[in-house]
């Protein structure tokens, strides 16, 4: 039996579903997760990559947004980031997923060749 208050037997486990594809139990103890610390931004991080891995575009981004307005520290802030930027790759949105400086790079490359 998992232990209803520990954090880390539930990331265990999430990571675990999402390797099985067993999406709905992942998500499932991913929402079990975020209630542990609702304050902690970074605990939103699972739920929204299972999410953007079920197709569900829209609640990743409210997901994000949720979680943004729990943020506290900057580690926090580089973890919404960066699931925002996996979100826009999945979209095949290339100017919002990556820096402008590396889109110009990418794209200055492609024109040399």
Do not use: C
Not at 18 to 28: G, I, Q, S, T
Not at 56 to 64: F, G, L, P, Q
Request: glycine residues 2%; positive net charge.
């Amino acid at each position: 039996m998992l232990d209803p208050k520990n954090a880390l037997r539930f990331l265990d486990r999430i990571h675990t579903y999402v390797r099985m594809k067993k999406f709905e139990n992942a998500l499932e103890d991913a929402n079990k997760f975020v209630k542990l610390e609702p304050t902690n931004g970074n605990f939103y991080k699972p739920l929204t990559l299972i999410h953007i891995l079920m197709g569900r575009e829209s609640k990743a981004k409210a997901t994000i947004k949720l979680a943004n307005s729990n943020f506290l520290n900057d580690f926090d802030k580089a973890s919404s980031m960066e699931n925002l930027g996996i979100l826009y790759l999945r979209q095949k949105n290339w100017q919002k997923a990556l820096p402008l400086e590396t889109v110009d790079e990418i794209t200055s490359a492609t024109l040399k060749k």
